[in-house]
């Protein structure tokens, strides 16, 4: 397993999006790769719940974004994201009742991994391509990682 990184070719050029992105793989980092020694598993599964409510915050945007430019492959989209849900909030349950990630963490690297390499270069690539020309209606209605709270998402 190495580091979650958002490398030039995944970028989509849409600032708000890149900077989601971004944090949602630095979320991942910091589930998989825990600063050794303080870092207790109550730690790790605090930023797990808030990685999962981070993502929610995310899929909705680009989809409401994609709702406003009429994409025509909004379902399609759409679709993929709900897989994708499922899947995390799935883990991060089992992770919850085990008290700990332990065991799960090979199982959330190859679905971060899945979701970023081919999810954001086959869909949100196309999505950003699609709407950049109207992209004013969706500036002022996503929030920037900075302003969610951390300590929203308590466990
Ligand atoms: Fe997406
Ligand atoms: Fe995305």
Sequence with gaps: MKRLELTEDLMTGIKEIDNQHR???????????PDSGETT???ILKVLNFLIKYVKIHFDAEELLMECN???RLEGHRKQHRRLRREVEGLADRAKQQGTVK????????LLHDWYIYH?????????????KT???FKKT?????????????I
Excluded: C, H
Aim: charge should be negative; avoid cysteine.
């Design 23 to 33: 944090e949602l793989l630095a979320l991942g980092n910091e589930v998989l790769f």
């Design 41 to 43: 598993d109550r730690d």
């Design 70 to 72: 009429g994409f025509d």
């Design 103 to 110: 065991g799960l963490a090979n199982e959330l690297y190859y």
């Design 120 to 132: 954001i270069r086959e869909w949100d690539k196309a999505m950003a391509v699609y709407t950049s």
């Design 135 to 137: 992209f004013q209606t």
């Design 142 to 154: 996503v929030p920037e990682p900075e302003d969610i709270e951390f300590n929203d998402f308590e």
